[in-house]
């Protein structure tokens, strides 16, 4: 079937999409290579037909048509890298993917984004810290899109603030949105839908859990964030990985202090010694920077 055949059987697939799909299931190019390969070529359809990947193209079409009529089927919106609703913020990172999956009708551009995120392992104080933040944060920033992962801990508690304070709020998967991860959070995910918020991904339907893409995701926590604020985290931890991908991005990162001793407090207090995070009291450290 000629490629315009292919679009218009489908209104919502445009080719725009379709290419930076192939090019984002492009095998042995890594997202940076994605990046520049496309900004050599000015879109995704040419960086298709680059002599480079050509031959690589037409297995991957179909494989990406079918991804497309699913997440059409669904309500799901695939939005590349040169698209006006793709985060603006994401795409000035060299290894932004270059294309996502988006849930929900959250605007991804508004004037203030933050990342929230922390220990899976949160405790009493952790939980207090959070909920005190972004009810602050609710007051003195209406609108603020809070970014997190869904996850066990700081990041689901991220969410479910923001819910109860009225903040759009948005999960960054590490899977394709056929499936929540964990699936105690499925319900947190839908009221995040429901009210103006959204489900985010770089990763199609059927891909598999699996560490190294929670790790991988995190640099779409951080890179669609101005600023990444660190609630709780151990010394060794995922979050420890977010804090390094936003110095990278040279976007601002907070840390918020703990008792010294207290293990999942270990790694802000490290941030802030090493001056490498801000410490973070209240919103207002944050209004500042």
Not at 114 to 140: D, H, N
Not at 149 to 160: E, F, I, Q, R, S
Request: glycine fraction near 8%.
């Amino acid at each position: 079937m000629a490629l315009n055949e292919r679009l218009s059987a489908f209104p919502t697939m445009n080719e725009e999409a379709l290419y930076a799909l192939v090019l984002s299931m492009m095998p042995r190019l890594n997202p940076v290579q994605r990046c520049e390969l496309l900004a050599d070529c000015g879109s995704a359809k040419a960086a298709c037909e680059h002599p480079s990947v050509k031959q690589k193209v037409e297995p991957l079409l179909e494989r990406a048509e079918k991804e497309l009529e699913w997440a059409s089927r669904h309500n799901i919106q695939c939005i590349p890298i040169n698209d006006e609703r793709y985060p603006r913020r994401m795409r000035l990172c060299p290894d932004a993917p270059v294309a996502l999956f988006l849930l929900g009708r959250v605007n991804l551009n508004p004037e203030h984004v933050l990342a929230v995120v922390g220990t899976r392992k949160i405790t009493e104080y952790g939980r207090r810290l959070c909920e005190e933040f972004i009810s602050e944060l609710a007051q003195k920033s209406p609108g603020t899109l809070i970014v997190s992962g869904l996850a066990y801990g700081v990041d689901v508690h991220a969410h479910k603030a923001s819910l109860q304070y009225g903040l759009p709020t948005v999960g960054v998967l590490a899977h394709g949105l056929d499936q929540i991860y964990p699936a105690a959070h499925r319900q947190t995910a839908a009221e995040m839908i429901e009210k103006g918020g959204g489900l985010l991904t770089e990763f199609p339907s059927g891909t598999h859990v699996e560490r190294a893409y929670f790790l991988q995701r995190n640099r779409i926590v951080a890179g669609m964030a101005d600023a990444t604020i660190i609630i709780q985290g151990a010394c060794r931890s995922g979050s420890m990985v977010t804090a390094d991908i936003t110095d990278s991005y040279g976007r601002e990162l907070f840390a918020c202090p703990g008792r010294v001793g207290d293990e999942m407090s270990e790694g802000c207090n490290r941030l802030i010694q090493t001056q490498k995070a801000h410490m973070m009291l209240s919103v207002d450290d944050l209004r500042r920077e």
